[in-house]
C-alpha cells in the first residue's frame, strides 16, 4: 500500500525530508495471516534477525512447511515447540496467540473494523502480547499508516541522533519524541519506516583524539 500524500507531508520536517530524499519513498503492505503473523513475531522477540529467520522456518517445517490454523498450534506438543529453539514462555506464548484467534477471533476483517488503540487494547489481552508486537503487527500486516511506536529502541536512537536529542530522562524523552511526531500525523508509521532505515544505514562519524595537543582523526 502506497500513500501518495505522505511524501509531501513529512517533507515539512525538514529532516525527514533529507532522510526521504536520500532513501525513496516507501510502501506498506496488508497481509491476512494475522495469527501466523503475531506468532513470528513472538518467535523473532529479541533475536538477531539472521537467527529469528532459522526459527521461524523450523517452526513452519514442524506444519510441513505450510503456514498452520490455530488448531494446529494449540495441537502441537509442547516438546516439540521447545525442541526448534524456543524458551518455555515462547512456547506457551504461541499457544496463547492460536488459542485467543479461535476463541475470540484474529482474522484480517474482524481487526480491520477496529481503530489502532482498540486493536492494542484487544489483542494486549494474550499473554506474552505487548503493546510493541501489536504496533508492529499494525504496522507491517495490517498497514495502518499512522502508528508511532515510542518504546521501540531503534526509533529513539534514531531521533535521538537525528534531532540532537539531549534529553537523559525516559519519560521525558518519550514525551519529546511524542511531541516531534505529532506533526507527522497522519503518516507517523512512513516516518517511522525512514527513521528504521537511517538508525542501521548511519554512516560512521570518525571520533577525534587529542595527541601533545592536536585533534587527530582515526
Not at 503473523?37 to 529469528?52: D, F, R
Request: charged share 30%; hydrophobic share 40%.
Amino acid at each position: 500500500m502506497y500513500s501518495m500524500n505522505y511524501v509531501s507531508h513529512l517533507s515539512k520536517d525538514r529532516k525527514l525530508k533529507r532522510l526521504i530524499s536520500q532513501q525513496g519513498e516507501m510502501k506498506l503492505e496488508k497481509r491476512k495471516n494475522v495469527c501466523f503473523l503475531l506468532c513470528a513475531s513472538i518467535l523473532s522477540q529479541q533475536l538477531a534477525t539472521n537467527v529469528a529467520r532459522v526459527i521461524k522456518q523450523r517452526f513452519l517445517d514442524l506444519f510441513g512447511g505450510k503456514i498452520p490454523e490455530p488448531q494446529q498450534i494449540i495441537d502441537m506438543p509442547f516438546e516439540k515447540l521447545r525442541a526448534i529453539g524456543l524458551s518455555n514462555a515462547k512456547a506457551m506464548y504461541v499457544k496463547n496467540v492460536a488459542r485467543f484467534a479461535l476463541e475470540r477471533g484474529m482474522d484480517f476483517r474482524k481487526l480491520n473494523r477496529m481503530t489502532n488503540e482498540e486493536i492494542i487494547q484487544y489483542l494486549t489481552e494474550i499473554k506474552g502480547v505487548g503493546r510493541w508486537t501489536v504496533e508492529m503487527l499494525l504496522m507491517f500486516t495490517l498497514g495502518r499508516e499512522d502508528v508511532f511506536s515510542s518504546g521501540d529502541m531503534g526509533i529513539q536512537n534514531a531521533m535521538i541522533r537525528l534531532y540532537g536529542l539531549k534529553e537523559k530522562n525516559k519519560k521525558k524523552l518519550i514525551e519529546k519524541l511524542n511531541s516531534i511526531s505529532g506533526n507527522w500525523k497522519p503518516y507517523r508509521t512512513y516516518a517511522c519506516m525512514h527513521l528504521w532505515q537511517f538508525k542501521d544505514n548511519t554512516p560512521v562519524i570518525k571520533k577525534k583524539k587529542m595527541i601533545s595537543g592536536r585533534k587527530i582523526r582515526h
